[in-house]
């Protein structure tokens, strides 16, 4: 798994991963996707430990997307984990979300967080937002990745 990761999808719900999945694809962003199904199985993924101890840590995603509300540790606590190190702090985190909670959006944004956008409903509807966040996140933005 040393190949360079455009994105990493953490979310529990297989069904929203698979139509994200399906929508960076259609529009040909995001050639190299690693979907995660927990917050505890993401921070292991991101620090090269636990099952991916053997993952080269400098090898970065460009972008993460984030669900909230996930089995074993919360969004909210990988967002606090990944901008409170050094080493992940730059990596872009956009959230993608059900949960339209103001205490939710502000603890994002206090954390860290580069976008919080909640789910639109439809698949059309999803697709077309996944595609334009996978668009600027991956082809527009400049990202300063820090390889510490």
């Given at each position: 798994?040393?190949?360079e990761i455009e994105i ?141």
């Amino acid at each position: 798994m040393d190949t360079e990761i455009e994105i990493l999808l953490v979310e529990d719900d297989i069904s929203d991963a698979e139509m994200a999945i399906r929508a960076l694809k259609k529009q040909r962003i995001g050639n190299h996707i690693v979907h995660l199904k927990d917050g505890a199985e993401a921070i292991d993924f991101i620090f090269a430990t636990g099952n991916y101890e053997n993952r080269n840590a400098n090898n970065k995603p460009k972008m993460i997307l984030l669900d909230l509300k996930m089995p074993k540790v919360s969004g909210i606590e990988v967002l606090k984990t990944l901008k409170s190190d050094e080493r992940s702090r730059s990596i872009p985190v956009v959230v993608l979300t059900s949960s339209a909670e103001d205490p939710d959006i502000r603890t994002c944004y206090e954390l860290g967080v580069n976008s919080y956008i909640i789910k639109p409903v439809g698949f059309e509807n999803f697709s077309a937002a996944v595609a334009k966040l996978g668009m600027y996140w991956l082809l527009l933005n400049n990202p300063y990745i820090n390889n510490k």
